[in-house]
């Protein structure tokens, strides 16, 4: 089974809460919400969306903003906490999560801590202790702890100005990861002597969870900002390779260098992926329940600190980790949900920069998971809520199987998925760039509905094949298939491509998947006008997609740069290694690669000149600017064609 929240709660972290201290920003104060963007983190201006959401806040209104990961989530509490008056205080699922915010908030100049049960005691109450002297502006906590104790009564004796809901689709039973101790959030800010803004974010949530979510937390007319589910930088393909392991040792073979993750739906692949690239020599690392936790932490700092460039891992692999470098997302099997794709293979790119996000997909994929789902263990449910649940995971699946079949955009297959309405293919994904032949099926189609409504809706796409096709088999004989009109009338046809054909039936609302997964009749009159045709594309799976000239896009990464300029982007991520490497912190945190890029682009020479590198701040200017900016004179000593001006 994959992990669980719980599971990934148990990693240890830094004991010392010094460590989480940076007073800098409370000795100062901000005017406005661009002048804390520009001094903290470095930016000129907001992206779209965030401005709006911060000034909502800042006038005392409650937020629920829907964005894609890498879109900027965080910026839109993090910027409003620093121009209130009292505590922010954030609900985050994961300690990972938490650490990783709260190390790049001390690294931008703020002080920020977090309370969960990784503390030790004197930790703990040297956090408390210091939140109530207001040293911190942003506390970050897990759900389980709002109602102890020990947090309300520190609740009572600061003021809270804000709090957040991050990760807001765990508190929907809607949700594809509903988690009950999110109902606790309702229940402290009840507790609150004076309600304070409530702000909620998620990157995945459909329509009916977005209602959940405002309805759950109560919402007060809040303002509402869905930017649009769109990552522009991310590639999009589905293969179906006849060998995976191959595949994967070929892609890596030719993106060498590369940081990735690799998903696999069990513990048993992900040991076997492993093994296969451990024996290649490749720098990989392992991630899955069954490893205690002292190696699931050591693999997991590996990773975030870039000791090793490619991990294999179950789906709780990198939720909250906000690795910005990861170049590629490789799902070894197919997920359970649109929504658990989404959100990890989002883990690719989150620095903006050109990224790969490819799902290899076989029909024992659907097999694995049914299975999961049917020994999904729901403890806290009823047994119709149960039963609820199960149907709507189910449902989920059928719309992640569809997305491995269509031959349509997968871009758009996606964000189709999330309730947009895009108007043309996005002429940049595995299906876009990918030649089909066009096969017309109407006739298969047609005796396929036939047999269909011979089987008056029992059913799945097994025994509706086998008996087109008209296989002999015990199953057959016991259900009475052997005796339809429509037996064996397409015996000369391949499986696989009357299993393509239905799902393109499905796709197109001729067949529906009941409860149970049975094929049922669905709205067949469009056929019955002869010029209704049926359309099934067809491909060499094992042909991996070659862009056409007409379609190449401008490149957001390291392409975009000189021969010259290359090199001394390799410079200055040694000299970024050497500096996370003595201060203990993931590189990504000191400076992220979009950044670096920006460095070798610019060539800056002074402060005023590196100050307008997008992500570098006054303070981390103060603490690193002067070694970058040495680094970058004495590269352009050795390549004076470097420096334009």
């Not at 709660?9 to 000795?27: G, T």
């Not at 908030?105 to 503390?119: H, P, T």
């Not at 809901?165 to 988690?179: K, L, M, N, T, Y």
């Not at 099934?536 to 490149?555: C, F, N, R, Y």
Request: charged content about 30%.
């Amino acid at each position: 089974m994959a992990e669980t929240y719980e599971e990934q709660e148990e990693l240890p972290v830094y004991d010392n809460i010094e460590f989480f201290e940076s007073p800098s920003a409370q000795d100062k104060q901000y005017d406005s919400p661009e002048e804390v963007l520009k001094a903290l983190f470095g930016y000129d201006s907001f992206r779209a969306g965030q401005k709006e959401v911060i000034d909502s806040i800042l006038a005392g209104r409650d937020a629920f903003a829907v964005m894609p990961t890498g879109a900027g989530k965080s910026v839109c509490y993090q910027v409003p906490a620093m121009l209130l008056s009292g505590i922010t205080i954030v609900i985050s699922p994961l300690i990972s999560l938490m650490q990783d915010q709260v190390k790049s908030l001390n690294e931008a100049g703020v002080s920020a801590a977090f309370i969960n049960s990784s503390l030790s005691e004197h930790a703990y109450f040297e956090t408390v202790r210091k939140a109530r002297q207001g040293v911190y502006k942003i506390i970050y906590v897990a759900p389980e702890r709002l109602v102890t104790e020990g947090f309300l009564d520190l609740a009572e004796n600061v003021k809270i100005s804000m709090v957040t809901v991050d990760e807001a689709h765990c508190i929907s039973q809607w949700g594809q990861d509903f988690r009950p101790s999110y109902m606790k959030i309702v229940e402290f800010v009840k507790m609150l002597k004076e309600r304070p803004v409530i702000s909620a974010f998620t990157a995945t949530a459909t329509e009916t969870v977005r209602e959940d979510i405002i309805c759950t937390l109560g919402l007060q007319n809040p303002y509402f900002l869905v930017t649009g589910f769109d990552r522009e930088n991310l590639f999009f393909q589905v293969d179906k390779p006849k060998n995976k392991e191959q595949y994967i040792l070929d892609y890596i073979s030719e993106h060498s260098g590369e940081s990735g993750i690799i998903y696999c739906s069990t513990r048993k692949n992900v040991e076997s992926v492993y093994d296969l690239l451990s024996s290649k020599g490749i720098s990989v690392g392992k991630y899955h329940a069954g490893m205690s936790t002292t190696e699931r932490k050591k693999m997991q700092d590996d990773f975030v600190f870039d000791y090793t460039s490619i991990v294999v891992a179950t789906n709780a692999f990198g939720m909250g980790i906000d690795k910005s470098n990861v170049r590629f997302v490789i799902h070894y099997n197919m997920p359970q949900s649109m929504e658990n794709y989404y959100q990890e293979a989002g883990r690719a790119g989150r620095d903006g920069l050109d990224s790969k996000c490819i799902l290899l997909f076989s029909p024992q994929d659907i097999v694995i998971n049914r299975g999961l789902l049917e020994h999904k263990e729901m403890p806290e449910l009823d047994f119709a809520d149960r039963q609820t649940v199960r149907e709507r995971d189910m449902q989920r699946l059928q719309s992640m199987e569809g997305y491995c079949y269509t031959t349509e955009c997968l871009r758009n297959y996606i964000l189709k998925y999330f309730g947009e309405n895009p108007k043309k293919p996005c002429e940049d994904c595995g299906n876009c760039l990918r030649e089909f032949e066009t096969l017309d099926m109407t006739d298969a189609a047609k005796k396929i509905i036939n047999c269909v409504y011979e089987a008056r809706g029992r059913y799945g796409k097994i025994i509706i094949m086998d008996t087109v096709l008209g296989a002999k088999t015990a199953r057959l004989e016991e259900v009475g298939a052997i005796h339809y009109k429509s037996y064996g009338v397409l015996s000369d046809a391949n499986k696989k491509l009357l299993r393509r054909l239905i799902e393109q039936m499905i796709l197109e609302k001729y067949l529906v998947v009941g409860n149970y997964q049975v094929i049922k009749m669905g709205d067949i009159s469009p056929l019955k006008d002869p010029e209704t045709k049926v359309l099934v594309k067809i491909t060499d799976e094992d042909k991996l997609p070659a862009k056409p000239e007409k379609a190449k896009k401008k490149s957001k990464g390291t392409e975009s740069l000189t021969s010259a300029g290359y090199r001394l982007f390799d410079k200055l991520r040694a000299l970024r290694l050497e500096i996370a490497r003595k201060e203990n912190m993931p590189p990504y945190i000191v400076f992220n690669d979009k950044t670096l890029i920006d460095m070798a682009v610019r060539v800056p020479s002074s402060r005023q000149e590196m100050l307008a590198v997008s992500g570098v701040g006054e303070h981390k200017y103060m603490k690193y600017g002067e070694r970058f900016l040495a680094e970058i004179e004495a590269f352009v000593e050795t390549c004076p064609e470097l420096k334009q001006k």
